[in-house]
């Protein structure tokens, strides 16, 4: 089975970028444009952080922690969306019912929405973060390993909480403007170095809106390695996964087709 899916992985990544690079010079230029996208926000905490830097330094922040949150947000972004695009799309996925075409194949339902699209830009981002990793922090198997394992870790993050929000179409309608709102007020708190937030909003953070769970320990673990803390991110990770995975076949259970699939 699991060979099965690698397969059809690797099919479907290997149709996506000979796709995109049909029209290569579109293609690098949407991949440089989104590094040069990427680096302004960090010539901007740059700036900000020379300014305000006994304020930062208060807090116990030093301009590494902003370097490696932003390269573990951004690669991992770039990652669910440069190989499962479609889970961003998933809401009109459904809403169009273009989930018939799916749901002739016997693969999963939810793999083949995912894998089905790609975002160009995105790739953009993935490289962006290995860069400004390598150029901040010291480079070694460890050091490399652990941000490649975290960078997979969020992306699943991300992929799960798109899933679970997504899901939502199948039981109130169009869930786009929910996903929308909440996943990008996600990356928004997931830019931001942790010690930013304290108190209740700390709370809502590892709670309510998780990106305590998903980036802010994953960040700790890669300054200073903590095996409990490995364990947690791990953990609680995959189970939002399996949760999201869950509340998706529950709610495929309810869907309508729409007949918009043509025999001929």
């Known amino acids: 089975m699991i060979k099965y899916y690698l397969k059809l992985f690797f099919i479907f990544i290997k149709m996506n970028i000979k796709s995109q690079l049909e029209y ?5 230029i ?54 499962f695009g479609g889970f961003r799309n998933l809401p009109n996925i459904i809403i169009n019912g273009k989930l018939d075409n799916f749901l002739l194949y016997p693969s999963s339902t939810l ?42 870790i969020v ?3 991300f992929a799960s909480i798109l899933i679970l929000l997504s899901s939502l179409t199948f039981f109130i309608g169009n869930s786009e403007q929910i996903k929308e709102t909440i996943f990008n007020a996600i990356l928004s708190f997931s830019t931001y170095p942790e010690k930013f937030f304290t108190g209740s909003i700390k709370f809502i953070l590892f709670t309510f809106i998780p990106v305590g769970l998903g980036i ?37 259970k309810r869907y309508e087709s729409s007949s918009l ?4």
Request: hydrophobic content about 65%.
């Open 216 to 252: 802010y320990i994953p960040v700790r673990i890669i300054l200073h390695f903590d095996i409990v803390l490995f364990l947690i991110s791990t953990i609680s990770t995959f189970l939002i996964f399996l949760f999201a995975i869950f509340i998706f076949n529950k709610g495929i």
């Open 30 to 83: 949407q991949v440089f444009g989104m590094i040069l996208n990427d680096v302004s926000f960090l010539i901007l905490w740059f700036l900000l952080f020379q300014n305000f830097k006994k304020s930062f330094e208060l807090k116990g922040i030093d301009f590494n922690n902003i370097v490696l949150i932003w390269a573990i947000a951004a690669s991992s972004f770039g990652l669910v969306h440069a190989l």
């Open 24 to 28: 290569k010079k579109a293609f690098f």
């Open 111 to 152: 793999f083949l929405c995912g894998v089905s699209l790609s975002d160009v830009s995105a790739w953009g981002d993935l490289i962006y973060g290995y860069i400004i990793f390598l150029l901040f922090f010291p480079v070694n198997m460890i050091s490399i390993f652990l941000f490649t394992y975290f960078i997979i």
């Open 155 to 157: 992306a699943i993050f």
């Open 261 to 264: 699939i043509i025999l001929s």
